[in-house]
């Protein structure tokens, strides 16, 4: 054997392409602005700035802001199984609710005291609380439950469905019926979820009364932080092996079979995953808005979340984000300036958006932003 045989023979290791970072320098600072806002800024503007000066922030735009940031959970929610999976749900408002359910009923306990019924019990002369009731007194029950009870019917429901190999449309289709479904259950008064009231006039959480200032902003600084930590963990989510598995399964799940994938287990857990995140924004949503009914759980509520993430942009992670703050935004000035022509706009916006802006609003500043940026690089060369 000669000796360019055997240098011909020795194994070459082969470098693998190295993980990049979490987030770029750019990236990190803008996320370090927005906790800043959140929890110093924000706080600052609202409680000790007086009323009178241009720059306090009023408890109006801390409860409006704090509402969006849940709807901004649920954007981003989505667009984990819609921009990187592929799977469209229509029925994110159930998990949104249920999450919500869970939160009303711990509330309603408190404003009711110990050892009492809850108010629209007693209106409809229930003498004792149902079984599904025993673990509403305790907000560790009730902090699991918020994850426990949306992951649940999430992993029964995907079970089923995906296991079928139901999908496209089809898929959409059933998720909307399923929420249609439980809001007509959840409507019934002899279900023991308030009827078409739901719940509401809630006056404390563990033991602090809800609506002094203080709390309002604590609600808000904790729906902030939650939603930024949900940011960097799908980020983290779909820049892992198990991210790249699930954009193979939304470009070609046929492919991904035979490369000896199974893609039941991914979707599963990324339906489950997404629908915990739609429970936690429900229960931030209830103590500050002070209200959850059947209507969480209606078909254009479903809608809008998916209407938040392709105006945003779709497979963006920011995108769901900045699209669920514009959308609102919009519906909170409109619904008072016009409010006869707000669905319009609505159903006008979704169509502009998937003829001419199918990557969203992301899309749009990442195309002007390359365009400028090579118009200089041309400048200068």
Known sequence: MTAS????????????????????????????????????????????????????????????????????????????????????????????????????????????????LPAFMVFLDWKELPWFWALSDSFIATFILIFAVPGVVAFVFGWFAFRSRIKGV??????????????????????GFGGNNGFTDFKQILGMPLATQEMRMALFVVTGCTLLGFFLMARWLVR??????????????????????SPLPYKLTIWVISAMMCGLAGALYVPQVGIINPVEMSVASSIEIAVWTAVGGRS????????????????????????????????????????????????????LRSKFGSKQEGGAA
């Open 5 to 116: 045989t055997l240098k011909s023979n020795v194994f070459v290791p082969v470098e693998l392409p190295r993980r990049k970072p979490l987030l770029t320098k750019p990236g990190w600072a803008a996320f370090m602005v927005a906790l800043i806002v959140v929890c110093a800024l924000a706080p600052v503007l609202n409680l000790w700035v007086p009323e009178s000066s241009a720059f306090h922030l009023s408890d109006y735009a801390v409860r409006l802001l704090g509402k969006i940031m849940c709807y901004a959970i649920c954007a981003l929610a989505m667009d984990l199984i819609w921009g990187y999976t592929g799977i469209l749900s229509l029925g994110h408002g159930l998990f949104f609710a249920l999450g919500g359910y869970v939160m009303g009923m711990y509330l309603s306990r408190e404003a009711a005291g110990p050892d009492a």
């Open 316 to 367: 963006s992670l920011i995108g769901p984000i900045v699209g669920a703050f514009a959308v609102n935004g919009a519906k909170s000035w409109l619904t008072v300036a016009a409010p006869e022509f707000w669905l319009y706009f609505l159903g006008a916006l979704f169509i502009a958006v998937t003829l001419w802006m199918p990557q969203g609003i992301v899309g749009v500043v990442r195309k």
């Open 240 to 261: 892992s092996k198990f991210g790249r598995v699930l954009q193979a399964i939304r470009d070609a799940e046929t492919r991904v079979m035979f490369s000896g994938y």
């Open 170 to 191: 089809y898929f959409s289709i059933i998720t909307q019926a399923l929420t249609y479904a439980a809001m007509l259950l959840f409507f019934r008064n002899e279900t």
